[in-house]
């Protein structure tokens, strides 16, 4: 083969290797989610957009951008819902101003709403609003019978599909006992309700963070050992996968609110935005990205998944 025709071949060789890599390249999409820092001082740092890293597989992904819920601003504004189930003995009537305080101490930019879970869905007392005494005013004692109980992840979801705000930073705080009454025994090997990973599932894909209070209903389920620590642990799973927190007195009802209702605070108050590039995949789904950071004494806590839109064919 003569050298001019044998380069020609090379050339064309290496000008097809180079676009099929262009090709198989994966772009990326703008992907957003909520995250908070933790501390071992008493006032976290405030982190700028060159102090987080996100990795997903062994890529590092861009930041794009990151706000701080501390900013006030309307970017940062919160939709925050308290859901009560409904089934829960009417002792937690003891702590309702404790739930009142807490609304009307939000920020201004901070919408709340109140509803009742119960029968699998949400009744709505009280819509998002910034009128925080209104939404004060809407709490009530639960009805404290089984039957309203059913299952608090049917009502979850039933929220979640239909999420009626708008903010960037939404958190939920649940008070129940987490028994899924409506699905009933559902086997010693399956440690949470299947209803659990799909609530989960939806509370990430929206950026839902959930906090909760494990607050004990009556009935026969409300005296079982196992139920009542399988209710609390679905309730920390909610938590975990969803960079929230669940809150408990073993399997006692809590003496007081306040501590929780405190640390839920500072929580929200140490929230940021986080804006990065993803690397998709054919279908849009959740992924796991690693989040952190190299500041000194800092922990940052996130979902466990993020929505990644598909590829853009």
Known sequence: MKPALKAVIVIAIVSIAVALLAQ?????????????????EPTPPELSRQDVMVRQGKDRLQVTGLISAKAGSAASGLDLYILIDDGTQTSLGLHLDELREFITSQPANTQVAVGYMRNGTVNVAQALTTDHAAAAKSIRLPLGYVGAGGSPYLSLMSLLKQWPGQNARRAILMVSDGIDRFRGDFGPLAPFSPDLYTASDLAQRAGVEIYSIFFRSGGHLGHNYWELNRGQNSLAKLAEDTAGESFYLGLDNPVDFQPYLKEMQTDLENQYILAFLA?????????????????????????NGVWVPAMVR
């Open 24 to 40: 198989s390249t994966p772009q990326t999409v703008p992907v957003r989610t909520v995250i908070r820092v933790e501390s071992k």
């Open 279 to 303: 690397k998709p995949k054919p279908k849009a789904g959740l992924q796991r990205v690693k989040i952190f950071t190299e500041v000194p004494k800092v922990e940052i806590v996130a979902p």
